[in-house]
Every structure is written in C-alpha cells, then in structure tokens.
C-alpha cells in the first residue's frame, strides 16, 4: 500500500494507465465494435476505425491515440482529487481498519472508489463524445450519461476489484519492494495502531 503522497501518486498513475487502455478497448471493440463494423463494412474493429478516419470525439474523428490521452488526463486528475481520497474516507465512516481484514477493508475502498469515479466519468464521456452534429439537447445528454453508466458501472467494479486492482498492487510491489520491505518490521509492530493509506 501506498505510504506517502509520493507512492500514492505512481499508484494512481499505474491505475489510471490500466484502467483507461482497458476502458477504451471496452468501449471501441464490446460495446461499440459491431456498430463501427456495420456502418463502415470493415472486417474488423480496428480496420473499421481507419475507415472512418479515428474515433468520433467532441464532434470530430479523432486518432484513438488522442482519445486515450484526453480520458487519462482527466481521469488521473479525477483519481488524485476525489477518487482516492474521498474513498479511503468513505471507507473508513463505515469500517475500522484496524479490525477488518485488509482484503475485505480494500475491497471497500475499491468500491467506493467505482462509485465515485463511474458517475463523474461516464458524464465527462457522455459530453465528449456527445452527437454534436444533431445539435445539443440536455435530455439527450442526461439519457446518454445513463446509458453509459448502466454499461460502465458493472464492468468498473468487477475489472477493478478482480483484475486491475490486483495488477496495479503487483507492479505496485516490484517498484516499491525496498521501501515495502523497510516498513515490514515497523508495521508488524505496530500492526493495531497502523492505518493504511487509501488507493483506487
């Protein structure tokens, strides 16, 4: 886990590179993939997407290049502002660090961590890539950041808590395998009296 704002930073960055790669290859290839290959007569995702010349985006194509590194800057930010800290708070309201398992008490966080970024980010998602070329409309808007939680949510919280999560604390371990090794004494000491710091 995390120890300082340092480590809390690389965590959140490792998070973010994982979860937006993932989220675009959800978005592009499950939800959207057949669309993209019905109106273009591509054979596949990708040759679909050359086709029409990139991803629609803000009310143009644009490569998907872009589109990855639009979604990784706010959602970093989004990460570093409200969804690691307000769901290690979140989490603590409701349980004693001290006295949970670590596995459940992240599994906790981890949650939190869905139910406060999938909201924020399917709103964000919903006005970039709005059809800007119908006009704009709010109650489309409102039906669309609907939609794409309905389709985010359940894949955000089962990656999370069963992939990504796991990969990033894995990387996570091998980077900082010093200083986790370092801490190892003190914390086993210490081990009533320690609370751990909050993550994605």
């Not at 809390?8 to 978005?27: C, D, E, G, N, Q």
């Not at 690691?84 to 398992?101: E, G, L, N, R, V």
């Not at 808007?141 to 949510?153: E, I, S, T, V």
């Amino acid at each position: 886990m995390p120890k300082n704002q340092f480590q809390r930073m690389i965590f959140a960055l490792l998070t973010v590179v994982i979860t937006v790669h993932a989220y675009v290859f959800y978005s592009l290839y499950v939800i959207n993939g057949s669309t993209l290959m019905s109106v273009t007569g591509a054979d596949s995702v990708i040759h679909a997407i050359q086709t029409q010349g990139g991803v629609y985006m803000f009310g143009r194509m644009m490569p998907v290049w872009a589109l990855i590194l639009i979604e990784f800057c706010f959602a970093y930010a989004l990460e570093c502002v409200l969804g690691s800290p307000c769901s290690f708070k979140i989490a603590m309201k409701h349980f004693d660090p001290a006295k949970t398992h670590p596995d459940l008490f992240e599994a906790v966080v981890i949650s939190a961590t869905v139910a406060l970024m999938v909201p924020v980010m399917s709103f964000l998602a919903s006005l970039f890539y709005y059809p800007y070329y119908n006009g704009f409309h709010l109650l489309t808007l409102l039906a669309n950041w609907l939609k794409l939680m309905c389709y985010n949510f359940p894949f955000a919280f089962f990656s999370q808590l069963f992939f990504i999560q796991p990969l990033v604390r894995v990387i996570f371990g091998f980077l900082f395998r010093k200083s986790i090794a370092g801490d190892g004494a003190g914390q086993a000491e210490n081990f009533g009296e320690a609370i751990p710091q909050g993550s994605m």
